[in-house]
């Protein structure tokens, strides 16, 4: 009777902090990224068939106009069918000739490009909207500029500058947070600095030259980089943000992302980030189980990036996805002629060999992180 009561209890955790926090997180990205071909495919009046979100059976389905919407059993993905989209497919629906001027195919391949990348660039939209939401309602949490360790025998002792100053300017550039400090100074080596600290009420000013240092950056590699010897206090303060604050803010952590993911999978590439490192949608469900337990709000941000990661796979120039039906759109343009049928069934096949690959490798990784 224990061991039953105990099942029904793990599988009750599980469901309640793994399973369907991953199912709404996904839910929603998925939603943003369809809703993103939908709205692009109304906008150039493209007639839309389907609107699904997941994939198998449905649980529910609903026709409005002309175009059925539906909820499936499995939650990992969804679809838009757009009329005229899958041309190559003998099994597709002819076209009538009232419509062929709203079929996909028959649209300029400029417009077909635009509906296509609507999916991957709502993604961001959602990444920046989630961002805009916390900022404006939770405000910032910045490193106060105040100076917690001198390193014995560094620039910064040697000018004179003490533990518990306040940092207050950089060559005359205004410091509002400790990372200020760091992207002033790390590209500065070798160049004396005017900087400027609070200590006890009064201002002082010092002179103070970088010293070049090599360190190991976040993927193992040695990199060179201009410090002055200080570390900061560890002290942390909520700053509430302006309507503009909050939107500067949300661009800056979006972009940041944007080239964060895009330079991680250029050293997946490189081989400086091991493949061990990918994770899947089982990943994505502990990690999601784990914040959700922690703390409910970090969700925000962790669907952000998550969100925006989404957006960057699709942007791959892989056959089936999104990134690889616009490099056929953009040949297309270029020769003023389609990929003949044979030759993009070929890349196709090609390209769900390659996704099936990193599945099974993705799927891999998840199930080592389980067990370990």
Request: net charge negative.
């Amino acid at each position: 009777m224990e061991i039953i009561i105990d099942f029904i209890q793990n599988t009750g955790s599980l469901l309640l902090y793994y399973i369907i926090p991953m199912v709404v997180v996904l839910g929603i990205m998925i939603f943003f990224h369809e809703l993103g071909h939908f709205l692009a495919a109304k906008y150039f009046n493209v007639k839309v068939l389907k609107f699904a979100l997941g994939f198998g059976p449905k649980i529910t389905a609903k026709e409005i106009g002309e175009t059925e919407y539906s909820i499936r059993y499995i939650p990992l993905g969804g679809f838009v069918k757009m009329l005229g989209e899958d041309e190559y497919d003998e099994e597709s629906d002819e076209i009538a000739p009232e419509d062929e001027k709203r079929a996909f195919n028959h649209q300029h391949p400029l417009k077909r490009i635009a509906i296509v990348a609507a999916g991957p660039f709502f993604n961001l939209v959602l990444a920046f909207l989630l961002f805009l939401g916390m900022f404006m309602v939770s405000g910032d949490y910045i490193l106060t500029p105040e100076v917690g360790s001198v390193t014995e025998g560094s620039p910064a002792e040697r000018a004179g500058i003490l533990k518990g100053d306040i940092v207050v300017s950089v060559q005359n550039i205004e410091i509002e947070k400790w990372e200020d400090i760091k992207d002033i100074v790390e590209s500065q080596a070798g160049k004396p600095l005017l900087i400027t600290v609070e200590r006890a009420g009064r201002l002082h000013s010092y002179s103070v030259v970088p010293e070049e240092t090599a360190e190991q950056n976040e993927f193992g590699e040695e990199v060179k980089r201009a410090l002055i010897g200080i570390g900061n206090s560890g002290e942390v303060v909520n700053v509430k943000l302006s309507l503009f604050g909050a939107l500067k803010e949300s661009l800056y952590q979006t972009w940041r992302w944007i080239k964060l993911t895009c330079l991680v999978v250029v050293k997946l590439f490189q081989g400086a980030v091991s493949i061990k490192t990918v994770g899947g949608p089982i990943m994505i469900g502990q990690m999601t189980g784990e914040i959700v337990q922690e703390s409910f709000s970090s969700i925000i941000p962790f669907m952000a990036i998550i969100s925006i990661n989404l957006a960057i796979l699709n942007l791959f120039p892989i056959p089936i996805l999104d990134g690889g039906v616009i490099v056929f759109l953009l040949f297309e343009m270029l020769f003023r002629r389609p990929i003949s049928i044979n030759k993009r069934e070929l890349a196709q096949k090609i390209g769900l060999s390659i996704l099936l690959l990193l599945m099974m490798v993705v799927f891999y990784n998840d199930i080592l992180r389980l067990f370990r």
